[in-house]
DNA sequence: AATTATAACATTTTT
DNA sequence: TGTTATAATT
């Protein structure tokens, strides 16, 4: 508490109205919400049961959560809530299972469940229509709170007609499936709460402090939900920074710090403008980008670091000369500022453009992490795992049954499944039970009838032992019983192939293990049900962290740099058609850019470099590429061009005339 | 049923 | 240029 600026300390003891936080980058944000939530517990003598907290990954949930436990003494803040909006509404529809007309053990479909459930549904219309924009435009009808009949009221053109439709049996399949996709996690306790006073009023009274971070990421039905679980309470408290909002594209509505202000009587406003993370210089540059914005709240950011070293700008002749001139820049600076590997980061704004760093650095022996790339719950093997598990809680999960029916082979094929899916349909149960039902040999054939009944049988053996078992040996047991590492010795590419994906299934076993005996706020050991529900939200805990504490430099895209900070940062592929990108220029999108640049911008603690190349190799083709307009927009005396290449005319033309060509795209597409 | 040929495609991605 | 999904073939 002593440590706080005015501006924060503010921020912390204001308890008593709602407050809006509009903290700058590098402001202390994280540590005023923690600070808030201390005070409230020692000072206000709140119950920490009716704080909650809420974020928006796992890892800031985590990170929030293990800082409060090392600010206040042992067990003082057992029974707080901090998690994030997801696995809060999930923790909702549980303890609200009676309202939520769901049945116990209801099983969350991922992401990719979904797209299957979709593509399922089309394909039996022979509509061909492009699945993934079916995905998005659903999600947003969630977001926007419109169920599916509303949804076909509105609907206009033809192309809508069809989603809406889509929307419906989705939802329909959901229902019968006993699951919820992702934005049912928020949607449903909305419902809820709108439609049931009672309800409504019983989660008032229980929440008296709610505290939102990254308060300009949510999306409209996540507003709903703040304002239901607030109601006329005081106790409020969001953080936020429109200058960060790089997830529009998502359904994230900045205009919800605005339009709290609107919404929300008495309600104090905050800055955080003094930054405790970057020089003066680097802060400058940022300022200056983020000006070309427009804003819905002013703010200036400050330091007391000093003024630091300029911001440096390399000009590359191709993507090779960039990546050799980083790794050379990387050796150079280790060894002359005497910094870690861990001190570096390299920010990028798409994923591929991680490739041939990578290899380079590979090549130098140079240690690396990569943000990103495939995340250990979306491995098939792990998936299969995920997917016996959901059967067991949910016997009603049909993605999950199709997925394990021939994992190990069972020799049941399309046709038998095809039949029992007919047959699940016209008795109005799911496959599972109707796989053990009778009346199956008439239509199948004794064989099909006999594989299906033997599975069947088996799957209500394991879930009647699982019942009094812990989730980890149930999980080990299921692995023996399947013989899943014959199985996967078959099915990889090579032994050695199948020798990392047992580690990995031997891995989720131990997660298992951890999971279920951390006892998470005042429960006891979790149940197979919770840890089930934990795996769909790739509730990572502690698998982070161990590989963070290797020296390593980190490789990152802009949007997983958000939140992070690096004593010294590159960024690279600072070029038209890749930091304004291409697709954002056509839609018309270069707010979003600069604000991805300036979150890019503001990471860098001490040094800052960034890179461009005058030519890349683009899906095989070879293309001229111009410095970002944002190179433009930089204050100059900030820049250093190591290369001695001050903005030469020629350059700056080019620049010009890209900007003449993106404005007249902009003309085309728009008006 | 499994393997291979072909074509289409290609931002960002907290949960 | 690489990947990925579908089609075509054995």
């Known amino acids: ?84 909006f997801h696995t809060f509404g999930l923790n909702f529809l549980r303890s609200e299972l009676q309202a939520s007309g769901l049945r116990g053990g209801f099983s969350v479909l991922d992401p990719s469940d979904c797209r299957q459930l979709l593509r399922e549904i089309t394909h039996r219309d022979g509509d061909p229509a492009d699945t993934e924009t079916l995905l998005g435009q659903i999600s947003q009808w969630k977001n926007g709170l419109l169920a599916p009949e509303r949804a076909r009221a509105i609907a ?55 505290l939102v971070d990254e308060y300009q990421d949510t999306n409209g039905a996540q507003y709903r939900l703040v304002q239901l679980l607030v109601g006329l309470n005081p106790g409020l408290t969001v953080v936020g920074d429109d200058d960060q909002s790089i997830y529009a594209w998502r359904g994230a509505r900045p205009e919800n710090l605005a339009r709290l202000r609107e919404d929300v009587p008495r309600l104090e406003i905050i800055k955080l403008e003094q930054n405790y993370r ?28 000093g003024e630091g070293e300029p911001i440096r700008v390399i000009r ?46 590979r090549e130098q022996g140079i240690p690396y992490r990569l943000s990103g790339g495939q995340s250990f719950f979306e491995r098939p093997e792990i998936r299969d795992l995920a997917a016996y598990l959901r059967l067991l809680v949910n016997p ?44 199956l040999a008439e239509t199948l054939g004794a064989r099909g009838q006999a594989r299906l009944s033997r599975f069947a049988d088996w799957a209500e053996e394991i879930r009647r032992q699982a019942a009094d078992e812990a989730p980890e040996r149930v999980l080990a047991r299921l692995v023996e019983e399947i ?13 050695r192939a199948a020798g990392r994906r047992m580690d990995a299934v031997r891995e989720f076993i131990d997660w298992v293990g951890r999971v279920s005996r951390t006892a998470t706020g005042d429960s006891q050991a979790l149940t197979l049900e919770d840890v089930v529900s934990r795996i769909s939200l790739m509730d990572v805990l502690d698998r982070q962290r161990e590989n963070s504490d290797e020296d390593a430099v980190q490789l990152l895209t802009l949007h997983t740099a958000k939140g992070l900070e690096f004593p010294h940062v590159f960024l690279v592929g600072f070029e038209e058609e890749l930091l304004p990108h291409r697709v954002s220029l056509e839609e018309e999108n270069v707010e979003e850019e600069r604000r991805l640049a300036y979150v890019g911008l503001t990471r860098a603690q001490k040094t800052l470099t960034i890179t461009w190349a005058a030519q890349r190799t683009r899906y095989g083709e070879t293309t001229e590429c111009l410095p970002s307009r944002f190179l433009d927009e930089l204050p100059p005396e900030h820049l250093e061009w190591p290369d001695a290449k001050p903005p030469d005319p020629e350059t700056q033309q080019l620049t010009a005339r890209a900007h003449l060509a993106g404005l007249k795209a902009m003309l085309k597409s728009g008006t």
């Open 278 to 305: 970057s020089t003066n210089r680097i802060l400058a540059v940022a300022n200056r980008l983020i000006a070309n914005n427009p804003h819905l709240f002013e703010k200036r950011l400050w330091s007391a670091l």
């Open 1 to 84: 508490m002593l440590q706080l600026n005015p501006q924060q300390r503010n921020a912390v003891t204001t308890t008593d109205r709602p407050l809006l936080v509009l903290a700058g980058a590098g402001s202390g944000k994280t540590r005023v919400i923690t600070e808030k939530i201390a005070h409230l517990i020692e000072v206000r003598e709140i119950p920490p049961r009716a704080i909650v907290a809420i974020t928006f990954t796992n890892k800031a949930a985590r990170e929030m959560r293990e800082r409060i436990r090392g600010r206040l003494e042992r067990n003082r803040a057992r029974g707080l809530w901090v998690s994030t």
């Open 316 to 361: 590359c002749t191709d993507a090779e000369a960039e990546t050799a001139r980083l790794v050379s820049e990387l050796m150079r600076m280790r060894f002359r500022l005497r910094a870690t590997w861990s001190d570096f980061a390299v920010l990028y704004r798409s994923n591929h453009q991680s490739r041939m760093f990578e290899k380079l650095l």
């Open 483 to 495: 013989d899943y590492e014959s199985w996967l010795l078959d099915n990889s590419p090579s032994p």
């Open 396 to 439: 009603d999960d049909n993605p999950a049954f199709l997925r394990v029916i021939n994992v190990p082979r069972r020799e049941i094929g399309p046709s038998t499944l095809e039949k029992l899916g007919r047959h699940a349909h016209a008795r109005g149960c799911s496959l599972l039970r109707a796989a053990s039902g009778i009346g």
């Open 156 to 210: 206009t053109e033809p192309g809508e007609q069809h989603a809406a439709r889509v929307y419906q049996r989705y939802e329909q399949a959901l229902a019968a499936y006993n699951a919820v996709d992702f934005d049912d996690l928020i949607k449903r306790p909305v419902d809820m709460l709108s439609c049931e006073p009672q309800l409504r009023e019983r989660w008032q009274n229980r929440i008296r402090h709610l």
